[in-house]
């Protein structure tokens, strides 16, 4: 026999249950303006958190962009830290914020499953949130972008090489090579390692060649890349931006000497801009340590967004 307040107890798991099936099938029912958990994407194998911001108004087949915060982080700070949802209220595009499942943080960019394309582990449940987005919320297939600081820019590199299929750009804010660190089969967060100490140099057909075996006989066009790192970084050092040079110009055949360095207006003193052709473009910021200031609105003009 049950009593009132159990059976109100069941009532209000319902109706939670029936709310949480809402946001997780219709882009109507998740709130606009604040950041929203959603349940029930797809295949999570760590349970990952997924956290969506829908702008007041949402432009017409939106773009999506998925936004992975540093290690000690969380979706709620790189949220609150950054100016990807005041924007988006702006531009009328999606925005999906991970948070990891991991003690510390990190996010698994390490691991076979991770740097397999469908593999599993933490960048499968990112991109089973994306293509949910996709064939559920009238999101542009052509425009998912992925962005991240340091460990999230490590994992915007995995998605970028892992998933080339499914971004179409990636910003890499102070981060390292796509596999740079060690196999370990969790997430990478003791320091420091050879990797994290920018010794572990690699020719760039090495360094391609960890990324074509991610998705082995993909022939499509791959997304492209914008990095940033400063050269005072002791927690990711410097050598990491260059071997990302080495392994992107080579992934996308261009030349390993750019075609300008400039100091775009946009930029303080002492950044420069490297670019190496339309896809790839590397902006190393002197003086600056871990991590490099977010510079929102340029993102969005790398992505074609703004």
């Not at 060690?182 to 100490?197: E, K, L, Y």
């Not at 920018?198 to 760039?204: A, C, F, H, S, Y």
């Amino acid at each position: 026999m049950f009593s009132l307040r159990s059976i109100l107890g069941f009532a209000a798991l319902f109706l939670l249950g029936q709310l949480v099936a809402a946001q997780s099938t219709s882009l109507a029912s998740i709130p606009t303006s604040q950041l929203t958990q959603i349940f029930n994407f797809g295949t999570n194998p760590n349970n990952v958190g997924m956290f969506v911001y829908k702008p007041a108004k949402v432009a017409t087949k939106p773009a999506l962009i998925v936004a992975s915060h540093f290690c000690t982080g969380s979706a709620q700070q790189y949220f609150a830290g950054s100016k990807f949802a005041s924007l988006a209220e702006t531009h009328g595009y999606l925005l999906l914020f991970p948070s990891s499942p991991h003690p510390g943080t990190c996010w698994d960019v390490s691991s076979d499953a991770t740097l397999k394309h469908n593999g599993g582990s933490d960048s499968l449940g990112i991109v089973s949130a994306v293509r949910f987005a996709i064939a559920n919320w009238g999101v542009d297939p052509n425009r998912v972008f992925a962005v991240g600081t340091s460990s999230g820019a490590m994992m915007t590199n995995v998605l970028a090489g892992a998933y080339p299929d499914v971004f179409k750009a990636g910003i890499v804010d102070s981060g390292v090579p796509f596999d740079c660190f060690p196999t370990t089969g969790q997430a990478v967060d003791t320091f420091p390692s050879q990797c994290a100490q920018g010794q572990l140099i690699l020719t760039g057909q090495q360094w391609a060649q960890r990324v074509f075996n991610a998705f082995p006989g993909f022939t499509g066009q791959r997304p492209k890349i914008q990095i940033w790192h400063g050269t005072a970084d002791t927690t990711l050092f410097p050598p990491n931006f260059f071997e990302q040079i080495k392994q992107w110009t080579t992934v996308f055949g261009l030349p390993s000497t750019p075609i300008s360095n400039t100091s775009e207006p946009f930029l303080p003193n002492g950044y420069s801009n490297a670019t190496f052709g339309p896809q790839f473009q590397a902006i190393l910021a002197q003086g600056v340590g871990h991590t490099v200031p977010l510079f929102e609105q340029q993102y969005l003009q790398f992505l074609g967004i703004a």
